[in-house]
């Protein structure tokens, strides 16, 4: 049904030119034939909205941008539009004007932990690094909704320089994640330029493309762009498949081309209530991402930015779905359900728990099915006592000239180490902690 209706519509898509295959599929006519309004929505799909119903999408549009690719327009089933996933993620929703209490504009505090305009470093030895701030489609749950279709804020390219200068004067730094907006919205020179500025900087080892592309607009995926990235190995994408209709003949081209080319493919899907909320839903997406080369990465709770309250669902749902996963398929199809802490604590696991109980040598574990078992614990383990000296352990952790041997810890790594002396960690500005302040 679906497939028969994009194939009836491709060829009636009408916006100034009569489209023909081959403009079809070039990137540039697709985002310059984006409809970013609601009247050429309502031609393309041959829909009405009600005036009423209009009014309040006019508004929603003039806070939050529309814009859809004639590609990911034609996924959608008119028929049904309104229960539509492609529809749902493209398409405004009048819902988006509530903001609840708990919502805000950059609830990841993305703009907080930010050293230099383009970066944010939340993690000891990797960054996140905007080098565009516009996409071909915007999707409705976007997290970074405060900065859609903000011309202004696309990065300059002394601020891009200005990131770059960043991550080469920061050694820890060994991960760099570019991000935005898409960066493959951005032309295949600049590109190329960025990536061959990130590689002359020694300490970084990998660099990673998050982008939608291959979802929304996958013929941006194109021999030159990939040979492109081949030359600056290794280089990982991770795309944003969020239900199994995205997965078209055209995206699945797409993904072939990048995977070909060597590049490790991940996918990051949001939890979307009326999108994805549904262990059968998820379970098909996640067999046909590994039928096509992509490994399922990370399942996002949806955050609490403004203007997604009705996107959003229970955690306990989230759990439930990867309930329904782990055990009952491949262990590469699963992906690591996560909340990202609002106020900018990241990404936090939120997985079903497994270990039941234990005792001083034994263990108690349940599995997919519900068996209870035990594990005994080994009577003789000796672990290597860690003085933090790796010259003095007989693990052959080899340490290289220059290298830290063993770097600083945090977190609860630090208080599980035997080298540490620390023995909470404590809030700070607590009223007890004043007290003592105080004394
Ligand atoms: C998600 C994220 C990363 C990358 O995290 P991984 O778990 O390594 O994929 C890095 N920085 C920020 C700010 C992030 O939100």
Same mark, same amino acid.
């Given at each position: 049904?679906?497939?028969?209706?994009?194939?009836?519509?491709?060829?009636?898509?009408? $916006? =100034?030119?009569?489209?023909?295959?081959?403009?079809?599929?070039?990137?540039?006519?697709?985002?310059?034939?984006?409809?970013?309004?609601?009247?050429?929505?309502?031609? $393309?799909?041959?829909?009405?909205?009600?005036?009423?119903?209009?009014?309040?999408?006019?508004?929603?549009?003039?806070?939050?941008?529309?814009?859809?690719?004639?590609?990911?327009?034609?996924?959608?089933?008119?028929?049904?539009?309104?229960?539509?996933?492609?529809?749902?993620?493209?398409?405004?929703?009048?819902?988006?004007?509530?903001?609840?209490?708990?919502?805000?504009?950059? /609830?990841?505090?993305?703009?907080?932990?930010?050293?230099?305009?383009?970066?944010?470093?939340?993690?000891?030895?990797?960054?996140?690094?905007?080098?565009?701030?516009?996409?071909? #489609?915007?999707?409705?749950?976007?997290?970074?909704?405060?900065?859609?279709?903000?011309?202004?804020?696309?990065?300059?390219?002394?601020?891009?320089?200005?990131?770059?200068?960043?991550?080469?004067?920061?050694?820890?730094?060994?991960?760099?994640?570019?991000?935005?907006?898409?960066?493959?919205?951005?032309?295949? *020179?600049?590109?190329?330029?960025?990536?061959?500025?990130?590689? *002359?900087?020694?300490?970084?080892?990998?660099?990673?493309?998050?982008?939608? #592309? /291959?979802?929304?607009?996958?013929?941006?995926?194109?021999?030159?762009?990939?040979?492109?990235?081949?030359?600056?190995?290794?280089?990982?994408?991770?795309?944003?498949?969020?239900?199994?209709?995205?997965?078209?003949?055209?995206?699945?081209?797409?993904?072939?081309?990048?995977?070909?080319?060597?590049?490790?493919?991940?996918?990051?899907?949001?939890?979307?209530?009326?999108?994805?909320?549904?262990?059968?839903?998820?379970?098909?997406?996640?067999?046909?991402?590994?039928?096509?080369?992509?490994?399922?990465?990370?399942?996002?709770?949806?955050?609490?930015?403004?203007?997604?309250?009705?996107?959003?669902?229970?955690? &306990?749902?989230?759990?439930?779905?990867?309930?329904?996963?782990?055990?009952?398929?491949?262990?590469?199809?699963?992906?690591?359900?996560?909340?990202?802490?609002?106020? &900018? &604590?990241?990404?936090?696991?939120?997985?079903?728990?497994?270990?039941?109980?234990?005792?001083?040598?034994?263990?108690?574990?349940?599995?997919?099915?519900?068996?209870?078992?035990?594990?005994?614990?080994?009577?003789?383990?000796?672990?290597?006592?860690?003085?933090?000296?790796?010259?003095?352990?007989?693990?052959?952790?080899?340490?290289?000239? =220059?290298?830290?041997?063993?770097?600083?810890?945090?977190?609860?790594?630090?208080?599980?180490?035997?080298?540490? *002396?620390?023995?909470?960690?404590?809030?700070?500005?607590?009223?007890?902690?004043?007290?003592?302040?105080?004394?």
């Amino acid at each position: 049904m679906a497939a028969n209706i994009s194939q009836k519509r491709k060829p009636t898509v009408k $916006l =100034g030119t009569d489209v023909v295959g081959h403009e079809w599929t070039d990137w540039k006519w697709q985002v310059d034939h984006s409809i970013r309004d609601i009247d050429t929505f309502e031609k $393309l799909l041959a829909v009405r909205f009600a005036k009423a119903e209009r009014a309040e999408l006019e508004k929603t549009i003039a806070k939050f941008p529309l814009s859809i690719t004639p590609y990911y327009l034609s996924l959608i089933d008119a028929d049904d539009f309104r229960n539509d996933p492609v529809f749902k993620q493209a398409f405004p929703s009048v819902e988006e004007l509530e903001v609840d209490e708990c919502e805000l504009a950059d /609830p990841l505090a993305e703009d907080t932990d930010s050293p230099v305009p383009g970066i944010t470093h939340r993690y000891p030895d990797r960054v996140l690094f905007y080098i565009s701030h516009v996409c071909s #489609m915007y999707c409705r749950h976007c997290t970074r909704k405060r900065k859609v279709g903000d011309h202004d804020a696309i990065p300059s390219k002394a601020e891009v320089i200005k990131g770059i200068k960043y991550i080469a004067n920061n050694p820890q730094i060994r991960d760099c994640l570019l991000s935005g907006g898409d960066p493959l919205m951005l032309p295949d *020179k600049y590109l190329d330029w960025i990536l061959t500025e990130l590689r *002359k900087i020694p300490h970084l080892e990998v660099i990673r493309i998050g982008t939608r #592309m /291959p979802v929304v607009l996958p013929y941006r995926i194109t021999d030159e762009l990939v040979a492109i990235l081949k030359k600056h190995h290794p280089i990982w994408i991770n795309t944003h498949f969020n239900h199994p209709k995205e997965l078209s003949q055209a995206s699945k081209a797409a993904l072939q081309k990048l995977a070909d080319a060597g590049i490790p493919l991940g996918n990051q899907s949001v939890l979307l209530a009326g999108v994805n909320d549904c262990p059968l839903i998820m379970k098909k997406l996640v067999h046909k991402l590994v039928k096509n080369r992509v490994r399922p990465y990370y399942l996002y709770q949806c955050d609490l930015s403004e203007g997604l309250s009705h996107f959003r669902t229970s955690v &306990g749902r989230g759990i439930e779905i990867i309930e329904s996963l782990i055990g009952h398929t491949s262990g590469f199809a699963v992906p690591t359900y996560v909340v990202d802490a609002p106020g &900018g &604590g990241g990404k936090i696991p939120a997985m079903p728990n497994y270990l039941i109980s234990w005792s001083a040598n034994k263990v108690i574990l349940r599995n997919y099915e519900g068996v209870i078992t035990t594990y005994k614990e080994p009577d003789n383990y000796v672990p290597a006592v860690c003085n933090k000296k790796c010259d003095d352990c007989h693990l052959q952790h080899q340490v290289a000239d =220059g290298e830290a041997e063993n770097p600083g810890l945090v977190g609860i790594a630090k208080l599980l180490a035997d080298s540490n *002396k620390v023995i909470s960690l404590t809030p700070e500005n607590t009223e007890r902690i004043a007290r003592r302040v105080n004394e």
